[in-house]
């Protein structure tokens, strides 16, 4: 029996704008993935053929989680010291919103 290789957790943070006023509602989803999951690269392949019999081949990758993923405790903090809830946390995304405070003083 072989020993399943290590797997990091992931995390990738994404904001609904890219600029704010103070005082504007931010709206912070964390993608994750669970360290136990261990996912492996499934390929998929396919061909199309046109009325002349000429074909064309593509393919893309997914990333498969080989166990179920397990929601994750995510926790947030910024450099303006917001406070943010967690509005929603199902397996793999976690949707957090703040009001952006007056950065703080130099």
Known sequence: MSTPPSVTPTLALSTDKTTYNVGDELVLTAAYSDATAAPMTLTINATAT??????????????????????????VSDSFSDTYTE????????????????????
Do not use: I
């Not at 946390?89 to 952006?100: I, K």
């Open 50 to 75: 046109d009325v002349n019999g000429v074909s064309v081949s593509a393919s893309t990758t997914a990333t498969v989680n080989t166990q179920e993923q397990q929601p994750m405790t995510v926790t």
């Open 87 to 106: 509005v929603s946390n199902v397996t793999g995304t976690a949707v957090f919103t703040t009001m952006v405070q007056a950065p703080p003083s130099p």
